[in-house]
């Protein structure tokens, strides 16, 4: 409407001006007046006009003329006329914009926002034709926010100073919810995986706190990416995730459908690596092992993105400091061939870091987390470390980065973008054997007021306990790129009327984690418990002397060793836990010793394959036994089919725990079995362990048996989360252990 409203005007110039100059264009300029102008002085019009006293007429001047004159922004009106030589230049000026004025919005922080988002400025010449485009610039700022019926009106008050208000008067109306998500098209994936890949959410009444429920047209293209990169990491090369479409099916919800073409896998062919003449080949040779390692492998664009991050690292460590490798690819049947090229280019400067995706995480928290700033000399092993910081920290299912061209060829422009996760959690368990039942709550927040900050809570209740923690992790406190972790614990076991001992222990907890070296985690923490032990005639004779108070101090440190691809869901990779507790003031010291390490395979696709070793040893640095509370049981969901703490040595009727623990667990996904049934996944296990060892023998029976057990799990997304249903079944056991043979495991995100 401006352009036409424009051209209009320029064409109807230019019909006056032949009319008043008919034969004149031959004539020159010998004085050049102003008429209309007001604000604006004559010197700086005739300046726009780029007409000068002493030039001869011609259409293409007066043509730029008159649109350097509009382009201005200045005038409403200009027409140009010549009189006796005399060039006169008639304008109108604009009125200028006193006050631009929103309705219908609280928050100054929101109006402010609008306003420097519309091109409308105050004490700025007010062009009307730009109303429209503002208009449409808030309805879609709204629109990005949820709010897809957004109405904007518009007044214009004329004051009597030729100036105006502009007045915005909005009505957000609801907000476009989501009530459901489909996946159409060729997907060749279940939805369930496919559910989990993307950032937008179904509106639930638990996720009253989500903005992932509502609309928004940045996070639906955010999702066809993620959607088109989880499908490249799959091997399906050619994919295609066509436009996305919503559907409102009522007043204000809408049905989001993303229709997938997947196209045919794809396989890696052949690799070639073409280096400068002044490179030695055999710093490479690691790229060859690399390229033997994957050709004919199913096609994953991440082991390209590897194979760049090693020639960078390469490079780097022989000094060749700034590199660009370029890719070649062509396609061979269902095989995909690789070229690199590498060259050597300048030294390259970090000139701004763009963040994006951030919806609830505060920007200063993840520039916190980074070991690369504006300023900085481009060092791709500090900026990938600072992307594996940033996964690290559990809130971003995916940080991925864009290097930009700038119009300085040395420098650029790292584009962020962080994919958010849920990350609150609450999460709800049960288990039912032969001798009671067992039942958990807990949630859980990982990014409080979106700086990382770690918030969770947990209860644990059986027939003869009751267990209760809170946290707090601040991931990087004082700007020391450590986290820090205080903690509370209390737990209560009466077995007075069975076993004739009861327990109450309290403990408070302070610790921190930080990276050693790379993908090596250091956690020390100091402990302060109390805890009384109370015991009647039917407990046994060594419980009976364990009666009193007892107050530590303890020293606790972890290691963690962390080459999973990924932390949630890993199909890769593996993690290594060593932790050890020493006593520094104790009633009655004891030294406790743990190792854990769990590692990942997918065999084929969405066969995934885990295995995993847990073990610890609790020994006392007296001739005192082990405290019971400090004895050791077999985790519940490490040695399934037999009910917590009901493995191991047994004194009379009771079950007091060993000085030592060890479980091996394999697992793998089915993923053909239930191919056709949507949201539902199905596992098979086998668990295996022991819990033995004592510091006396009186009435203590003792099994060295390896227990054993295999089953089948089933997981449904649910309305309400993921539930898991677990069906096991002992294989071998011990005459006193008691069995489990059934758990259901609930738990959501929001």
Known sequence: MYINSLMLKIVFSFFLIALSFGSAFAEAINSIEVKGNKRVSKETIINFSELKVGQEFSDEMLNNSLKELYNSKFFEDVSLEMNNGTLIINVKELPIIQEIIINGIKANKTIEELKELISLKEKNP????????????????????????????TKIENNNNETVNIIFDINRGDKATISEIKFIGNKKIKDRKLFNVITSEVDKPWKFISNKKYLNVERINLDKRLLKNYYLEKGYYEVKVQDAYSQLIDEKDFILTFNIDAGEKFYFGNFDLNLPTDFDPSKFSKLEKIFNKIEGDLYNFLNIEKILDEIEQISLQENYEFINADIIETVSGNKINFQFNVE????????????????????EFIRDNLYVDEGDPFNKILHN???NNLKSKGIFK???????????????NIDLIVEERPTGEISAGAGYGTEGSSFSLGIRENNFNGKGIGLDAEIHLTEESLKGSISYTHPNFAYSDRALTTALESTSTDKLNGSGYKTSLNKVLVGTRYEQFENLFFAPNLSISSETIETTSKASSAFRKQEGSYFETIFGYRLDYDKRNSRFQPTSGYVSKWSQQLPLASDDGTIFNGYQITGYKELVDDMIISTGIFSGAVNSLTDDDVR???????????????????????????????????????????PYVLQSVENVDLKVFFDAGNVWGVDYSSSIEDSNKIRTSTGVAVELLTPVGPLTFSFSEAITKASTDVTESFRFQLGTTF
């Open 126 to 153: 007010f062009d009307q034709n730009i109303i429209l485009n503002d208009v449409n610039k808030i309805l879609n700022a709204f629109k990005r926010s949820g709010f897809y019926f957004a109405k904007v009106n």
């Open 344 to 363: 050597e280019t300048e030294k390259l400067y970090v000139n701004k870091i763009n963040i994006f995706g951030n919806n609830i995480t505060s920007e």
């Open 385 to 387: 470390k600072s992307i």
């Open 398 to 412: 995916t940080v991925k980065s864009n290097i930009i061209d700038t119009k300085n060829i040395d420098q650029k």
């Open 628 to 670: 019971i509370s400090k004895r050791l049981y077999a985790p519940s969901k490490r040695l399934r089919g037999f009910e917590r703490g009901k493995v191991g040595p047994k004194d009379g009727s009771d079950f007091i725990g060993g000085n030592y623990v060890v479980t091996f667990n394999a697992s793998s996904t089915i």
